[in-house]
C-alpha cells in the first residue's frame, strides 16, 4: 500500500495526458467522419470516390504507422508538432475512417420516407441534412460512438510510443525504476478500469435508451 501511495501521484500525471490524447482525438474524428460520412452520401460521383479512398486508406494502415509517420516524417516536409500534438492529430485522422463508417449507417438507417418527405416541402441537400436527417441519425449512431470512444481511450496507449508521458509510458518508466511490477501495473490496469467501466455503463445506457427507439 505505501509503494502504492508513493506511485499514484506520477501515475495520475499520466492519467492528465490520457484524457487529453482521447478527448483531443475524439473530437478531431468526430469532425472529420462526419465530413466523410457527408461526403459519401452525397451522390456527387467524385466526393464519394475522394471520401472512399480517403475511408479505405486510413483503414488499410496500422495506426502506429500513421502516428510515426506524422511525428517522424512530417517534420521533413517542414511541419514540426509535438508528440502530444502527433498523437491527437494521428489517432484523431485514423479513427476517422471508423467514425465515418459509423455515421454513414446511421444516415443511411433513415427511413426513406423521411427524405422524400423534405424534398417534397423543397428542402436542398444540406437543409434536410441539418434539420430531418442527422438529428434521427445521431440517435441511432449514438451507441457505437459510445464503443469507439472505450477503444480510443484504450489506444491512446500508443501515443506512448512517440515519447507522450501517458499514462502506459509513465507506468513503464516507474517499473523500470523501481521494479515494482506488479504493483505498478496493478495501478495502471485499476486506472485505465476506473476510466473505462463508466463509459461501458454508459454506452449500455445508450443502447437501452436509443438502441429500443431506432429498432422502433
Request: net charge positive; hydrophobic share 55%; glycine share 8%.
Amino acid at each position: 500500500m505505501r509503494d502504492a501511495a508513493q506511485f499514484l501521484p506520477l501515475l495520475l500525471q499520466g492519467l492528465k495526458f490520457t484524457i487529453l490524447v482521447t478527448l483531443g482525438s475524439l473530437a478531431l474524428s468526430t469532425a472529420l467522419g462526419l465530413v466523410w460520412a457527408l461526403m459519401r452520401v452525397s451522390g456527387i460521383s467524385w466526393l464519394v470516390f475522394l471520401a472512399k479512398a480517403v475511408v479505405n486508406t486510413l483503414r488499410g494502415i496500422p495506426i502506429l504507422v500513421q502516428l510515426f509517420y506524422i511525428y517522424f516524417v512530417f517534420p521533413e516536409f517542414g511541419v514540426a508538432l509535438s508528440a502530444l500534438q502527433a498523437s491527437i492529430i494521428g489517432l484523431g485522422i485514423a479513427y476517422s475512417a471508423y467514425q465515418s463508417e459509423n455515421f454513414r449507417a446511421g444516415i443511411e438507417a433513415v427511413d426513406h420516407g423521411q427524405i422524400e418527405a423534405a424534398q417534397s416541402i423543397g428542402m436542398g441537400w444540406g437543409m434536410m441534412m441539418r434539420r430531418v436527417i442527422l438529428p434521427q441519425a445521431v440517435k441511432i449512431v449514438l451507441p457505437p460512438y459510445g464503443n469507439i470512444m472505450i477503444m480510443m481511450l484504450k489506444d491512446s496507449s500508443q501515443a506512448s510510443t512517440i515519447t507522450v508521458a501517458e499514462l502506459t509510458l509513465q507506468g513503464s518508466l516507474l517499473a523500470s525504476s523501481t521494479f515494482k511490477n506488479m504493483t505498478v501495473y496493478t495501478l495502471v490496469a485499476l486506472l485505465y478500469l476506473s476510466m473505462s467501466l463508466p463509459l461501458i455503463a454508459f454506452v449500455g445506457w445508450l443502447e437501452r435508451r436509443f438502441g429500443k427507439g431506432a429498432k422502433r
